[in-house]
């Protein structure tokens, strides 16, 4: 049982260049999520999806894409990364606020 | 004011120590709470859920106070392993509500 998982753990872009950050998970919750974290502040939301083949805008979604594949995968894409997209990203999995987080991909954008 | 407020720390505390740390929130109508907790450089964990008036898991207490509205996280025996940063997300409806601050940072120190 893996809970979920993203990949890469680890990307160092240029700027212009995308990129798509994956995320699945194996303890079939309906809703997914995708957030952003930067030093000193508090987990951002990006997007999230309430079921498969919905999805929604959170706090920050600007320059950002998201797919909902199918129930267990959730995607994130950069499509012009920006150095100000440097940031871990996490994707998680569950209820509003029960949730379970993925380890992380820490992106660099220069 | 802030929906969530904690007071960042660090808490410094040897080993064996009791700490407590508050989370204040500002939505009254907030029904159920939810700490986490997150090691450095690591996802966030879900610590533990309330839905009443408080909750006991082992070491780790957490108490709720409606009228001043405010919740409590106690560790006692404090553990080398209890160093990490512990997020308080109150309940405040909808998926774009959740929020997460930056947490209180506890370090025990041998």
């Known amino acids: 049982n893996a809970g979920v998982t993203q990949t890469p753990k680890f990307q160092v872009l240029k700027t212009g260049q995308s990129m798509t950050l994956q995320c699945a998970q194996d303890?079939?919750?309906?809703?997914m999520y995708w957030y952003r974290q930067d030093p000193g502040m508090g987990l951002r939301l990006i997007y999230y999806?309430?079921?498969?083949?919905?999805?929604d805008k959170g706090e920050v979604p600007n320059g950002y894409n998201v797919s909902r594949l199918n129930k267990r995968e959730f995607s994130l894409r950069l499509e012009s990364a920006a150095p100000s997209q440097t940031s871990v990203y996490f994707c998680?999995?569950?209820?509003?606020?029960?949730?379970?987080f993925g380890p992380g991909t820490r992106l660099t954008v220069t | 004011r802030k929906e969530v407020e904690q007071d960042p720390g660090p808490f410094n505390v040897p080993e064996g120590a009791t700490v407590a740390f508050n989370c204040t929130y500002s939505?009254?109508?907030?029904?159920?709470f939810f700490w986490y907790r997150q090691d450095c450089r690591k996802e966030p964990k879900l610590l533990m859920s309330?839905?009443?008036s408080g909750n006991e898991d082992g070491r780790f207490t957490a108490q709720l106070n409606r009228a001043s509205q405010y919740i409590s996280l106690l560790i006692r025996d404090s553990k080398l392993s209890d160093s990490a940063t512990y997020l308080c997300?109150?309940?405040?409806?909808?998926?774009?509500?959740?929020?997460f601050g930056i947490g209180t940072k506890l370090q025990v120190i041998p």
């Open positions: 998680a999995s569950g209820a509003t606020y029960e949730q379970y």
């Open positions: 997300v109150p309940s405040s409806g909808g998926y774009q509500k959740v929020t």
């Open positions: 309330v839905y009443s």
């Open positions: 999806s309430a079921s498969e083949g919905t999805t």
């Open positions: 939505n009254s109508a907030s029904q159920s």
């Open positions: 303890m079939n919750h309906n809703s």
